[in-house]
């Protein structure tokens, strides 16, 4: 039995449960978690140690017991999760309803504030477009994208949906799907299956290392250039910079990447226009075109795709032109 009492307090949830005969044995917070997985672990067991969560009407802890038939009451409490100062920083969205919001994260917005980041962050225009999220773990992000790396994040907007999400990327079911101009010209596409760590030596970097955390990303050619490649990247694994160091591992590194991207590469015999593009693209060309969930509520696949940036788009333009004017020896072809 599952009854949801919002009462006066609308900003309190009231769920009474009888424990069911499967249940019987576990923890507490096991049971609970059981019950209403659309809560996480960690924020039941702090419901329970507050005393919002009762067994027959008295408090117990997160390791006692329960029994088959014994009433179970939480009080579903919101309380403030993050204390960053909302901004009115512009939002591009491409979705949102009561449970998720997605958007296309724009150049050089850092995520989450941090030492150097205070403020100015895509968190702190969250807290903004909708002040709830001070409620949801950081404020409902559930993944990120580097400062510099552009496109689709999805963005819980409640409890539950935040939960739910979590869950779907611990389990690797949410799609997401991205672009990159990479230095070199690709035959086909493959698989990079190595594990990724801190760098050994250089803290800021990461790098594949072999006691390091598992890493998938897969990748096929999308379009070939004289000099460039523009692949399309799937992640089975979201590890820090991923698809850059996984890139750079098989010795195709992401165009103007500062860290992984190494020297500057320029086809034999380039425009101006292009090695205007090449030499001012100073980012990693990497944009996270598109992302496929489940919706937390309505239990329907939600795919939707975030348009590249300006910046990226002129490039891969200058990229084709000069493949289009060009032979593969450089040669500038003559038009008739």
């Not at 009561?98 to 403020?119: F, M, Q, R, Y």
């Not at 999805?154 to 949906?161: D, E, H, P, T």
Request: aromatic fraction near 4%.
């Amino acid at each position: 039995m599952h009854d949801i009492d919002e009462g006066a307090d609308e900003a309190l949830e009231l769920h009474r449960f009888e424990v069911p005969p499967e249940a019987a044995g576990l923890r507490f917070d096991q049971a609970l978690a059981q019950l209403l997985p659309e809560y996480s672990r960690s924020r039941l067991t702090e419901w329970i140690k507050a005393g919002e969560a009762t067994l027959d009407g008295a408090p117990a802890r997160p390791r006692d017991p329960v029994r088959a038939g014994q009433q179970i009451d939480l009080r579903a409490r919101p309380t403030r999760e993050v204390e960053a100062e909302a901004q009115d920083i512009p939002l591009d969205i491409l979705y949102a309803d009561e449970d998720v919001l997605v958007i296309n994260k724009g150049v050089g917005l850092v995520v989450h504030p941090g030492a150097g980041n205070p403020s100015g962050t895509l968190m702190n225009a969250l807290l903004h477009f909708d002040p709830k999220l001070a409620e949801v773990p950081r404020a409902g992000l559930v993944h990120r994208l580097d400062k510099e790396t552009t496109g689709a994040m999805v963005i819980a907007r409640s409890l539950q949906a935040h939960a739910a999400l979590v869950e779907q990327l611990s389990e690797r079911d949410v799609h997401r799907q991205y672009i990159a101009v990479v230095n070199g010209v690709l035959v086909a596409g493959g698989t990079v299956d190595a594990p990724i760590a801190r760098h050994p030596r250089d803290r800021i970097r990461m790098a594949v290392v072999e006691n390091g955390r598992p890493a998938v990303t897969h990748y096929r050619v999308r379009e070939r250039y004289r000099g460039h490649t523009l692949v399309e990247c799937r992640l089975e694994t979201g590890r820090t910079h991923q698809i850059r160091v996984h890139m750079a591992h098989v010795r195709h590194a992401i165009v103007g990447d500062p860290l992984y991207g190494g020297s500057l590469k320029l086809p034999k015999g380039a425009s101006e226009a292009l090695v205007a593009q090449l030499r001012g693209f100073r980012r990693q060309a990497l944009h996270a075109e598109r992302l496929e969930f489940v919706h937390p509520r309505s239990g329907q696949s939600v795919a939707l795709s975030a348009p590249p940036p300006p910046d990226l788009t002129a490039l891969i333009e200058a990229l084709r032109a000069d493949a289009a004017e060009l032979d593969p020896l450089g040669s500038r072809r003559v038009r008739r």
